[in-house]
Structure formats: structure tokens, C-alpha cells
């Protein structure tokens, strides 16, 4: 099963909790594939990488 992962920074990254969400296919009930679980520090990392990218760091 194919886990999706965060884009934060230019860069693919697991969620820093470790955690993952299934998505389930609505036609049979069945996991098809896995999502990051974003925490308050996966948050800060996107935001702060948002910042730099808008300021031209």
C-alpha cells in the first residue's frame, strides 16, 4: 500500500509523530492508501518553510 507523505520545504517528509491515516474506498469499505498524519510540529515546519520561501531565503 502506497503512503502519501507531506511536501514541506521542497522536500517529501513523513509525519514527525510517525502516524498514518487510511483512506478507505468508499465502494468496498478498503483501505487503499495511507496518508501522514500531521501533528503541531509538522504544522510549524510547513509554515516556517512557507515563511522563508516568501521572504526569498
Given at each position: ?5 507531506h ?20 465502494s ?19 509554515v ?10
Amino acid at each position: 500500500m502506497q503512503e502519501a507523505r507531506h511536501f514541506i520545504g521542497g522536500e517529501w517528509a513523513a509525519a514527525s509523530g510517525g502516524e498514518t491515516i487510511a483512506v478507505l474506498d468508499p465502494s468496498d469499505g478498503k483501505p487503499f492508501t495511507q496518508l501522514a498524519r500531521g501533528t503541531a510540529a509538522d504544522i510549524d515546519a510547513a509554515v516556517h518553510a512557507a515563511r522563508r520561501a516568501f521572504e526569498g531565503a
